[in-house]
């Protein structure tokens, strides 16, 4: 099980973390993402973390040097700092966990409910 939280309504420039927590004992072997989906469009990838100690990362081309993914295999949880925020990063952010490799396509194996970013202009 996958819960998502530190969504909110923030103005343009600003930041936010969003936490991911997991349940389940085999957390260090997902690798695990954030995807995004805003009002009537596709889910979109965000960023990407690899399993285990999460030594690689992959960001979204629209995302990267803003967004910062995490892990933390002690807690069982994922983050995903978010800077500079835009009024197009509002969505509804998703945390998803795929077992041993990550993907920038949304076909993980299990997914969080969302939570909800707006970011006002």
């Known amino acids: 099980q996958l819960v998502e939280s530190g969504g909110g309504l923030v103005q343009a420039g600003g930041s936010l973390r969003l936490s991911c927590a997991a349940s389940g004992r085999a957390f260090g072997s997902y690798a695990m993402g954030w995807f995004r989906q805003g009002s009537g469009e596709g889910r979109e990838f965000v960023a990407a973390?690899?399993?285990?100690?999460?030594?690689?990362?992959d960001y979204a081309t629209s995302v990267k040097g803003r967004f910062t993914i995490s892990r933390d295999n002690r807690e069982n949880m994922v983050y995903l700092q978010m800077n500079s925020l835009k009024p197009e990063d509002t969505a509804v952010y998703y945390c998803?966990?795929?077992?041993?490799?990550?993907?920038?396509?949304?076909?993980?194996?299990?997914w969080g409910q969302g939570t909800q970013v707006t970011v006002s202009s």
């Open positions: 998803a966990a795929n077992y041993y490799s990550y993907t920038t396509d949304p076909d993980y194996d299990f």
């Open positions: 973390i690899s399993s285990r100690a999460g030594s690689d990362t």
